[in-house]
């Protein structure tokens, strides 16, 4: 499974986290759920951290869903 990439965050005034995928907003964390972010970030790969906050990975079944019947083209 390939590494997830196009996330970047950046942070305001206030401690507010703004996560964005590819150039789109996908979540802003605010408070200790910015702060948890922060901290995980700098410990781990960031691009992985992203993913996961936002909900933004691979759950393993992209496979299986592309060949049902109704994803069929």
Do not use: C, K, S
């Not at 590819?22 to 691009?47: I, S």
């Not at 992985?48 to 990975?57: H, I």
């Amino acid at each position: 499974m390939p590494a997830p990439e196009g996330f970047e965050y950046t942070t305001r005034a206030g401690g507010e986290v703004i996560i964005t995928h590819r150039g789109r907003p996908a979540t802003t964390l605010r408070g200790d759920r910015a702060a948890r972010f922060l901290a995980e970030v700098d410990d781990d790969d960031p691009q992985e951290v992203m993913a996961r906050w936002t909900g933004n990975y691979r759950r393993g079944n992209e496979r299986t869903a592309r060949n049902h019947p109704r994803n069929r083209g």
